[in-house]
């Protein structure tokens, strides 16, 4: 059997959510992801942007740049604002893999059962969860 989850009471306090985009060295995709998030930055400047990651970290495979809600953690509008970040994404992703993923206190299933994903799937190295 099943616990269901609340958004407003499950949500880590400090950030709901996590916004991965992947993208690979001396491949197109590298000039992509930097566009991308000059965009996203401009569009939503209240997220918290990380400096990119040019080689693998933690469970990402690929480099990447994150992007987080913490700004917004314990505002009421935290939940409309995900929907406008979420929208923004699917239409703007230009073909990279972005990793969507709650802040629920399972890192695990955050990244694995609990994510969305844009574009290709990128494997994790789940065991560094």
Known sequence: ???TLDPKTALSAR???DIHVYYKLN????DVA????EELKKAFSWLHFYNPHDQ???PHTLPMWEAD???LAKSPD????FGEVL????LNHRGLSILIHPNAGKALEDHTERALWLGEKVPLKEEAL
Do not use: K
């Open 1 to 3: 059997m099943s616990t």
């Open 15 to 17: 950030n709901h959510w």
């Open 27 to 30: 491949d197109p995709s590298y």
């Open 34 to 37: 930097r566009e991308v998030r």
């Open 56 to 58: 693998p970290i933690g």
């Open 69 to 71: 809600f913490q700004n």
């Open 78 to 81: 935290a939940f409309r604002h």
């Open 87 to 90: 929208a923004w994404l699917q």
